[in-house]
T-cell receptor, first 112, second 115 residues
Framework: GENVEQHPSTLSVQEGDSAVIKCTYS??????FPWYKQELGKRPQLIID?????GEKKDQRIAVTLNKTAKHFSLHITETQPEDSAVYFC???????????FGAGTILRVKS | GAVVSQHPSWVICKSGTSVKIECRSL??????MFWYRQFPKQSLMLMAT?????????EQGVEKDKFLINHASLTLSTLTVTSAHPEDSSFYIC???????????FGAGSRLTVL
């Protein structure tokens, strides 16, 4: 089955700096890669996703890149703000409506 | 947009009792729902895939007799934790996608504490 690895487990950045979180996946049939932000005790919130037919997607300060050959994808947050502090999870699935396999998560701390 | 409601949001029960958690798709029909479990400071682990009108598909290592899943309608799936023990204490989250949709929507989660 699919295995998703995520690094780093914790990331501290200064406000205004960029943050990058990386994930790798094992199942070459996976074609949907969402990123979720989860605050303590809350549900995961989808912040951006990418499908295997594109290599990059951007939404304001957030961007995701996908390298299908290497089976890895990354989340980039620019101009970080304190409210970006949360746990971020990457995930992979064979199609957006199918079961997701999550990475272990990254605790992002943005210091002001 | 698609809304998934989960109830209860938190529950405390005594060891040995059973607890039922409901997951409802409020504005769409979901032939498939997914149940996840999340321990503190850990990731979401898929427990099972709930299929409307048929048996659930359980992930390896998840006891089907312990975690009973029923998906009796296109808008409701239930997870029953039977004979709960303290080690079952966790955050349980469901997710669903409308037929043909390509994005999953998560419920708000249910925090179970077994004393």
């Amino acid at each position: 089955g699919e295995n998703v690895e995520q690094h780093p487990s914790t990331l501290s950045v200064q406000e205004g700096d960029s943050a990058v979180i990386k994930c790798t996946y094992s199942d070459s049939a996976s074609n949907y890669f969402p990123w979720y932000k989860q605050e303590l005790g809350k549900r995961p919130q989808l912040i951006i996703d990418i499908r295997s037919n594109v290599g990059e997607k951007k939404d304001q300060r957030i961007a995701v890149t996908l390298n299908k050959t290497a089976k890895h994808f990354s989340l980039h947050i620019t101009e970080t703000q304190p409210e970006d502090s949360a746990v971020y999870f990457c995930a992979a699935s064979r199609g957006g409506g199918n079961k997701l396999v999550f990475g272990a998560g990254t605790i992002l701390r943005v210091k002001s | 947009g698609a809304v998934v409601s989960q109830h209860p949001s938190w529950v405390i029960c005594k060891s040995g009792t059973s607890v039922k958690i409901e997951c409802r798709s409020l504005d769409f029909q979901a032939t498939t729902m997914f149940w996840y479990r999340q321990f503190p400071k850990q990731s979401l682990m898929l427990m099972a895939t709930s299929n409307e009108g048929s048996k659930a598909t359980y992930e390896q290592g998840v006891e089907k007799d312990k975690f009973l899943i029923n998906h009796a309608s296109l808008t409701l799936s239930t997870l029953t934790v039977t004979s709960a023990h303290p080690e079952d204490s966790s955050f349980y989250i469901c997710s669903a996608a409308s037929t043909g949709a390509n994005v999953l929507t998560f419920g708000a989660g249910s925090r179970l504490t077994v004393l």
